[in-house]
């Protein structure tokens, strides 16, 4: 079975710019979640969708950060316009529905922003 | 969520079980401990969890204290690949709820 991918690894983009990160969940897990890391600090949670629906954007920066699911696959997590603290790594993880005790991580996708 | 307290780094030689604490003083009845790591350039790993019993599976065991204030992290026999920073969460199990990370206990296995 495969594992929560993410894409791009690794995105260098400079000030200003546009970027989307990708998340692919396991087949079949309806919760998706999309944390991240930046320098220095503690891993923190963005926000969380059930299928296409965000059930908690509690943790979202600022309206310069868009994510979306639609059709509940996959997710996109756009950052327009890129600022240099929107640097660190990017985690998604996802979950079957109703079966919390654990969340299948991705590799990450770390942003640099220069 | 109730909050966590882990010493920020140990060292463990290979082979020898590693014993990683975690104080959680406030955790109210409902919630329960889970453990994740993640070892470098990696995402972060699920454990295991547990309510108030001690837990094991195939990759570690959970002691939790009777008053359930304090865990116990037991990985039995560390090896090289074990290192990694571990997180102690305290969360309640519901549906949606998002992990809360603190700064974790970065675990060095030497050889």
């Known amino acids: 079975e495969a594992g929560v991918t993410q894409f791009p690894s690794h995105s260098v983009i400079e000030k200003g710019q546009t970027v989307t990160l990708r998340c692919d969940p396991i087949?079949?897990?309806?919760?998706l979640y999309w944390y991240r890391r930046v320098m220095g600090k503690e891993i923190k949670f963005l926000l969380h969708?059930?299928?296409?629906?965000?059930?908690?954007e509690s943790g979202m920066p600022n309206n310069r950060f868009l994510a979306e699911r639609t059709g509940g696959t996959y997710s996109t997590l756009k950052v327009q316009p890129a600022e240099l603290e929107d640097s660190g790594v990017y985690f998604c993880a996802s979950s079957p529905y109703n079966r919390e005790n654990e969340q299948f991580f991705g590799p990450g996708t770390r942003l640099t922003v220069l | 969520d109730a909050k966590t307290t882990q010493p920020p780094s140990m060292d463990c030689a290979e082979g020898r079980a590693a014993n990683l604490p975690c104080n959680h003083s406030?955790?109210?009845?409902?919630?329960?401990v889970y453990w994740y790591r993640q070892i470098h350039s990696q995402g972060p790993q699920y454990i295991i969890h547990?309510?108030?019993n001690n837990e094991t599976n195939e990759m570690a065991s959970l002691i939790i204290t009777e008053d359930r204030k304090s865990s116990t992290l037991i990985l039995p026999h560390a090896t090289l690949r074990d290192t990694a920073v571990y997180y102690c969460i305290v969360r309640v199990m519901e549906y949606g709820n998002k992990l809360v990370f603190g700064a974790g206990t970065i675990l060095r296995v030497k050889s």
């Open positions: 087949s079949g897990h309806d919760n």
């Open positions: 969708f059930v299928k296409e629906s965000k059930q908690d």
């Open positions: 547990g309510l108030k």
């Open positions: 406030t955790i109210s009845g409902n919630e329960y």
